[in-house]
């Protein structure tokens, strides 16, 4: 059974930084996209980027694309989401998932493991 969990959130101000990190267990990876998604008050969770374990082939939203990177530690089992210039619009509860397949961008439906989620809060 995989296990997510989460960890690094946290308030900061308006163009502060953070690092999310993402341990995953319960299996190897090889074979799997990770992906990190957000969903803030009143609204769908929406995904903000994702990598191929093995490759590391990664997609980004627009909205981040710049500002944020996802990298992950393979001998660690952890996945990271370093967010630089975050903004306002960028708080949320973020949540790491996992799913087996090539296509790094999913609708979150298509993710059958996540994480408990941990809270962004980027104040202006």
């Known amino acids: 059974q995989v296990h997510l969990v989460e960890s690094g959130g946290g308030l900061v101000q308006a163009g502060g930084s953070l690092r999310l990190s993402c341990a995953a267990s319960?299996?190897?990876?090889?074979?799997?996209?990770i992906a990190w998604f957000r969903q803030a008050p009143g609204k769908e969770r929406e995904f903000v980027a994702g990598?191929?374990?093995?490759?590391?082939?990664?997609d980004y939203t627009d909205s981040v694309k710049g500002r944020f990177t996802i990298s992950r530690d393979n001998a660690k089992n952890t996945l990271y989401l370093q967010m630089n210039s975050l903004k306002s619009e960028d708080t949320a509860v973020y949540y790491c998932?996992?799913?087996?397949?090539?296509?790094?961008?999913?609708?979150?439906?298509?993710?059958?493991?996540w994480g408990q989620g941990t809270q962004v809060t980027a104040s202006s």
């Open positions: 998932a996992a799913r087996y397949g090539s296509v790094v961008r999913n609708d979150p439906s298509d993710f059958p493991y």
């Open positions: 319960g299996r190897t990876f090889s074979g799997y996209v």
């Open positions: 990598i191929r374990w093995i490759g590391g082939s990664t």
